[in-house]
């Protein structure tokens, strides 16, 4: 198996100039961001463990694919604090917050 040609490679880098990876969590981030951040990872967690698509965690959750995949690519800008925990809720119901 040999190194990919140029044209293939051009067409994976059109492809991925597209693509809205995961984003990472700053070192310089607010341990209110980093709140948000661990929550919206209990999602990943439970959809891998789960074994679940985007559009079955939309239902299960109450909402649309849109969301649901902003959830599992962290984008904790597009979320209050209140709704992502609303929904962690339905997926894990015994979820108690403890102020340390």
């Given at each position: ?20 990876g995961t984003r990472m969590l ?12 661990d929550i919206c990872q209990k ?58």
């Amino acid at each position: 198996m040999g190194f990919p040609s140029e044209s293939k490679l051009k067409k994976v880098r059109r492809k991925l100039a597209r693509v809205q990876g995961t984003r990472m969590l700053s070192p310089h981030a607010s341990p209110l961001e980093r709140f948000r951040w661990d929550i919206c990872q209990k999602f990943v967690i439970y959809k891998q463990k789960n074994d679940l698509t985007v559009d079955e965690m939309a239902k299960l959750l109450g909402t649309d694919k849109a969301k649901v995949s902003k959830i599992l690519r962290h984008r904790i800008e597009s979320f209050s604090t209140d709704r992502l925990l609303t929904m962690l809720q339905i997926i894990y119901p015994e979820t108690k917050l403890r102020v340390a």
